[in-house]
């Protein structure tokens, strides 16, 4: 970590300890303010492209944090956008990156196979904050993988602005 | 169902259907908008309890509609949250007067051996629409059960104004 | 096995392989005709009696043969309807009366947790054939417990008479 | 939607709200009644090319809604026959067309971890009503994949005429 982030986090702990009015607020993983704006913003992202989706974000410890379905969507992508967001943040991968290594022949040949399901194709994303520290994960189905990706992505960036 | 409850339905799928700037909205499962509010409500009312919760909606059949978790909220709330929607709308009751009849000696002792596990303590809730249909359930955990099982019954009412 | 029942099934057999015009029925496990005849007494019966319910007939080996759920009844039921029915052929046993050993203190208590999952009270019974061979069983859930075991019973007598 | 369609919604809906004799069906899921004529259809046409096969149906809410196992069909079709239907409608998909796409290199390879499982190859089919909305799936195994899927189709065709 940067000496600039080490002295941003301290302040940020300090003043979240000493503020009467806030909560300390863990720097290291997602709040649900955050999910919550990221999760609006893939939705906003995959209305504005017509894709029925659904979305689930997770925070630092792999662990559901907020879930929205489209309606219409399909019922198989909650499973899907669920295991692609853990996929993200087990591996702190694009979840389309790590289905390269996992084909036949590949060095995590069905990898898939453990946590009790990972997916690998397009959809899954870290979410990082404005640091660079991974918060956790956002996973998005219901598009094709490339409109799933394009979605999570906007999703994850929305909190860097 | 009462006729003034079937002019009504008419009426919304008619609506629905012929509105060029709405989709068919099937009047017998829950929409994001109404999952949205309620959850909203319910998270609404359990910041002014001063209670940390994790907050479920499923749909009609029983599948996972929205889900959102409070910052500091238990982890192991998620599943217990997921699964407390899940068994209100399986049996379509108040999770707590379920578990009244499976305690030992009780009619149906152990039931929550099915369905993949099964919550029989306060806090999940059947959703009703304006008609009283059926059209999901709410889980809350995190709580006490009673609190849990008033944030669930707040929410529920959210859609019903 | 008494000598007539011998006798009886080894006819049945010796028709059975012989004759043109039939496929040889394993005299020991239940066909898809008596899993019907049985599915469709226990739902008139159900309509009879004004209940809603789930109805599953399992074979000798404890597999699926034949599911039927009624319009309106408990998504719940799905799984306690077919656990019932496992169960009975499991143990070869009314459900209800496991149940009375697997209460606190019982002789077998908690055995709920073996088989992925057991049903312990009434509404799964099993199906003998006229000889009283142990051919599959029914399981029913959706009514009270006394109406799910009535229904049951109503079933497995379905090719009785 | 077309208004013809929409007109035929609110006439199903109000006649069944309105009529004493029957109770409001609801025209986005299947009703027993389908689901029944749909696997009797099926049963029918895998009979008639000599074909033993299982046969489940699904309904909306991709939950199980009607199953049968013909005599001496494989057992381990049960399980398939359940996936493929609840893998039809998860996706809205012929079962085939999805198993094009999670192939080795395919765009949602391993898409079959989720879901508790799926089924990625001919057999299962999405059931639509005469307006052209789906309200649940068929799976069909046992056969070849081209008979499950030709038999898949004859039974969701059954409702259309």
Do not use: W
Not at 27 to 51: G, H, R, T
Not at 87 to 96: E, K, V, W
């Amino acid at each position: 970590m940067k000496l600039k982030t080490c002295v941003k986090l301290c302040a940020i702990v300090f003043l979240a300890c000493t503020c009467n009015t806030l909560k300390a607020q863990n720097p290291f993983d997602i709040s649900l303010a955050q999910a919550n704006e990221i999760i609006l913003k893939a939705k906003e992202n995959a209305e504005a492209s017509n894709v029925l989706v659904n979305i689930a974000v997770v925070d630092a410890g792999a662990n559901l944090k907020a879930f929205m379905r489209m309606d219409d969507s399909y019922l198989g992508s909650i499973d899907v956008a669920i295991k692609k967001a853990k996929t993200a943040r087990y591996f702190n991968t694009d979840t389309g990156e790590l289905g390269e290594l996992t084909q036949p022949g590949g060095f995590i040949y069905n990898i898939e196979h453990s946590n009790g399901g990972l997916m690998t194709f397009p959809g899954g994303i870290p979410i990082k904050n404005k640091d660079g520290i991974i918060i956790g994960a956002i996973g998005v189905s219901g598009g094709t993988i490339e409109q799933d990706r394009a979605i999570a992505t906007a999703g994850a960036n929305a909190i860097l602005n």
